[in-house]
Nanobody, 126 residues
Framework: QVQLVESGGGLVQAGGSLRLSCAAS??????????MGWFRQAPGKEREFVAA????????HFADSVKGRFTISRDNAKNTVYLQMNSLKPEDTAVYYC?????????????????WGQGTQVTVSS
């Protein structure tokens, strides 16, 4: 019903920047005012919340570990959400996933999200 495809991951040195994109498609995507979230999962660790944005872009939510370094934005005309990551640290290394939830309100709980992408690898070298 809804497909999410992440891109933009890669290898970067500590202090560098990356911008992740998540393109959404599917017949039902336009029927709901989805909130979009970014999560990440490092090897041997549970998936953790990174950032989320509501349908109107005026509502955003960030994990404490990324506040001031990451920003989230969306272009509803393009069905795309972005995660700008600055001042990257080795501990940001993980697979990053985008997710969509039909409620429209950004939240940090993975269980609230209805659709998930396949993930994109981000590796930050020291």
């Amino acid at each position: 019903q809804v497909q999410l495809v992440e891109s933009g991951g890669g290898l970067v040195q500590a202090g560098g920047s990356l911008r992740l994109s998540c393109a959404a498609s599917g017949r039902t995507f336009s029927y709901f005012r989805y909130a979009m979230g970014w999560f990440r999962q490092a090897p041997g660790k549970e998936r953790e919340f990174v950032a989320a944005i509501g349908w109107t872009s005026g509502s955003t939510h960030f994990a404490d570990s990324v506040k001031g370094r990451f920003t989230i934005s969306r272009d509803n005309a393009k069905n795309t959400v972005y995660l700008q990551m600055n001042s990257l640290k080795p501990e940001d290394t993980a697979v990053y996933y985008c997710a969509a939830e039909t409620g429209g309100v950004p939240n940090a709980k993975p269980s609230e999200y209805d659709y998930w992408g396949q993930g994109t690898q981000v590796t930050v070298s020291s």
